[in-house]
């Protein structure tokens, strides 16, 4: 199929700087903030209720992320995607080991009523989300990305959302519509919260996008080539991760033109 | 105008290694105890009111950086930051975001009546702060740090605290001297929480110099050396973070002395 | 003495990607989950009450770490603890700056009366647990590990726990056993939290181990020769701390049993 082209939205993220508020876990605070500077989005985390839904009216992305969950946050999470969705901002939500346990599944529950513009997972999760049911085991991939595009598709028709799965193979779907991006370096999962910031982009495309899958695209094929070329310099997890920074820094349209997007 | 040279306090960081107490937002946790430890510095994260004040009492200096607010985290930082006041230890505040929300703008104003020796902020957040109206959209600087030498000085002089206006070019002012700092790297701005921790390593400074301009400019100088040569080896803002600890940790007082500071 | 090799439990580690929970400060989240990830571990950062103890009866091993503590976290330690204590699950204590307040005092005495398998700690920490006196004054060791192994010793006896002492040498002992690793790269201590990521090991590496001395002195048989290869690539803490990781992963069993273990 064909999508407004990720060298395009690029080149509007750069001009636009979008502000992203992001109401993420702990481990992903350093890496998600330093990926959205990279790119060209501008990063706020701001999560507490007394100005989540405050900042949310100000922001042009909102990212709600239930990796490392508590009461407080959930209540800033709820205010901020509750202003995101009655203005239009698209939001996007990570469901962080959604299968674990109860708290996650009834806060993802309760987060999905709101309907996110975008859900960002990896295939367990939205296996978990999908069924309903208790499959996951903690925060890593059990499932791959392609295996799972029926779920995908399904979650997606039913919540009304682009549903995102990482993988080797990203899978982007609207519920009917299915487009797959290829590319990165097999190291990238041993990179932690590298799915968290992966969701943070998404949000900052979105916010620049005419539509999610398009936004959604543009967010995976960015990563899957600034990752596949720092994966060309780099001897391990800790030197891929800085390398991956400066690429999408460097990432111009030229470049993204080369994804693998069909 | 003359200060005492950044060399001269940088040696004393070194041989002193002060405990710097930071209460500071989530994003910046990790860069700014890094930064801190690679300078010569001790960190100590220490936020909740069971222990925040006792702790302020051992600690050297004390940072409150109001990034990722929350009631108990603004209590720890009241109470932290009154025992300094009390103390005379150099506490210096971080008015993160200040224009954005209204709860920013009331923390903010609150933590101002204890008297911070030092502000550090970029020229946004200066502007928010001199002129109470909420300027500012988010964590960036909107304003060149140079074009906000009178709101510095009048906010120094109002609140009786330096202020630091972090930069291209620094401004350090007491109301009445302005020390002007140059250096550093075009590529700094976007590594996430670098003006957070340029916060912390001024209270270090501080710690260890007789008068809070000598100290800011000592910290910014240290940042503006390092950061240059950190950039003759960075591609990007992932690498250039990694070589700025490692400059910051080689610093010695001879590369020190060739600091752009008038 | 001899110890189950740790180039054997590094395999194991590797085939069975343990789940180990931490609750942890937030300094050390990004970096303990990455070197869990880089080692072969699955991290899982769940600290709430509303399902810690549910996640701790999940994972193969938990970590407590009282870096950053305010009450709802030392609720959720309890609860992770106890189930962990329950089930025969290791759990490993990180006492971080124990001696500093009262707070950590308390908290840690209490936490101790749950036996954890392991405690984690640097020279001043353990002389503080095993003194009970406040001696410490941040979070640095004031003490060299080597000259508190009567002090490791003593406390391992009276709480039933085994006790590692991170330094320039590494002491690990149950009590009447004393194994010493030595090893890694004399940087190592500027990198923030390298010392609650080494507790993380410790416990990824007893989730696998048929006893938590052999877990334990695979662990810092781990960090000691790959931060020792790290060592010899990198030219300060920054770039030492990405070398680390990488060096992590590409740790295999013939490298590591060059390690110095006795």
Chains 1, 2, 3 share one sequence.
């Not at 501008?42 to 900042?55: G, I, K, L, N, Q």
């Not at 996007?92 to 996650?104: C, E, K, N």
């Not at 993802?108 to 296996?127: D, G, I, K, Y």
């Amino acid at each position: 199929m064909t999508v407004t082209s990720p060298p395009a939205l690029l080149d509007r993220l750069r001009a636009q700087a979008p502000l992203v508020q992001c109401l993420t876990n702990y481990v992903s605070m350093d890496l998600a903030a330093n990926l959205l500077n990279a790119a060209g989005a501008s990063p706020a985390m701001v999560h507490d209720e007394r100005e989540a839904a405050e900042m949310a009216g100000l922001a042009s992305a909102v990212v709600v992320n239930i990796g490392t969950l508590s009461p407080p946050w959930v209540t800033g999470m709820h205010a901020a995607a509750s202003v995101a969705a009655e203005r239009g901002i698209p939001w996007v939500l990570d469901p962080v080991a959604v299968g674990a346990t109860a708290y996650r599944r009834e806060t993802a529950a309760a987060l999905m009523e709101l309907r996110p513009t975008v859900v960002r997972a990896n295939a367990s999760e939205v296996v978990a989300l999908a069924t309903a049911t208790g499959a996951g085991r903690g925060v890593d991939a059990t499932h791959e990305s392609t295996a799972v595009v029926d779920d995908a598709k399904a979650l997606a028709a039913s919540a009304g959302s682009v549903v995102v799965v990482s993988g080797a193979t990203d899978v982007v779907t609207d519920g009917e519509r299915v487009v797959l991006v290829r590319g990165g370096d097999p190291r990238m999962p041993m990179i932690s919260a590298l799915g968290c910031s992966a969701t943070a982009l998404v949000a900052a495309c979105c916010a620049v996008a005419d539509d999610p899958v398009e936004g959604s695209v543009a967010a995976m094929a960015m990563l899957a080539v600034a990752g596949e070329r720092a994966g060309a310099l780099a001897a391990g997890p800790g030197t891929l991760r800085a390398h991956l920074l400066d690429e999408l820094a460097a990432l111009d349209s030229g470049r993204l033109a080369t994804a693998d997007v069909r």
